[in-house]
């Protein structure tokens, strides 16, 4: 069986950290990430690639709170198929 409380907050700790990070790379090196913060703004509603600390965080709080649900629901599933 697996936890889903453990499993939310790991996933919310990866995505959000991942987000962040390609963001404020994406800060000082325009280039980089570019895409993957395209292809995310396309699915977080509120969230646009302006280059702004601003942007980062509100990614990073999408990233969070989509890292934490889907970890929760995995796990669920997961207990649930188990049965």
């Known amino acids: 069986m697996l936890n889903p409380r453990a499993l939310a907050y790991a996933g ?13 790379i994406n ?3 325009p280039d980089y990430g570019r895409e993957f913060l395209e292809l995310l703004a396309s699915v977080y509603p509120g969230y646009h690639t302006d ?4 942007g980062v965080m ?12 889907s970890g929760w629901l ?8 188990l049965k």
Do not use: K, P
């Open 51 to 54: 280059r702004t600390i601003e």
């Open 74 to 81: 995995l796990a669920w599933l997961y207990n649930r198929v």
């Open 27 to 29: 800060l000082s090196v």
């Open 58 to 69: 509100v990614g990073t709080g999408y990233a969070l709170v989509d890292g934490a649900v």
């Open 12 to 24: 919310a700790a990866l995505w959000g950290t991942s987000m962040l990070l390609v963001g404020l």
